[in-house]
C-alpha cells in the first residue's frame, strides 16, 4: 500500500547539482518526518537530510552546507537539492520517514558523480 518512489538522480560531474524528488503515496505525510538516505555499494545505509513535521532540519555532517531538504506537505513530496557535488556522494538515495525502524523500502535513485 505505501509506495516511495524517488527520482531526479543521474551522472553528474563533481561540482554539479541534482534536485530529487520523492513522492509518497499510501501513507500519512504532513505529520511525520521524513529524510533522504543513502547506500553506496559495499557500505551501510546512512541518514542524509531529515526534516521533522514543524520543519526542523538535520544533515549528515558530510552534506552540511551543500544538500537542503525540503518538503511540499499537499504534494506529499520531499525534495534534497544537491549542490557541490562530489564523488563521495556516489550512492543510491532513498526516501523513507525519519527516525523509526523502516520495514519497506522503494527502489531508489542513483546518483553517480564522476568526471
Known amino acids: 500500500q505505501v509506495q516511495l518512489v524517488e527520482s531526479g538522480g543521474g551522472l553528474v560531474q563533481p561540482g554539479g547539482s541534482l534536485r530529487l524528488s520523492c513522492v509518497v503515496s499510501g501513507s500519512l505525510f504532513s505529520i511525520y518526518a521524513w529524510a533522504w538516505y543513502r547506500q553506496a555499494p559495499g557500505k551501510q545505509r546512512e541518514l542524509v537530510a531529515a526534516i521533522t513535521s514543524g520543519g526542523t532540519t538535520n544533515y549528515a555532517d558530510s552534506v552540511k552546507g551543500r544538500f537542503t531538504i525540503s518538503r511540499d506537505n499537499a504534494k506529499k513530496t520531499m525534495y534534497l537539492q544537491m549542490n557541490s557535488l562530489k564523488p563521495e556522494d556516489t550512492a543510491v538515495y532513498y526516501c523513507?520517514?525519519?527516525?523509526?525502524?523502516?520495514?519497506?523500502w522503494g527502489q531508489g535513485t542513483q546518483v553517480t558523480v564522476s568526471s
Open positions: 523513507n520517514r525519519a527516525n523509526i525502524a523502516h520495514n519497506y
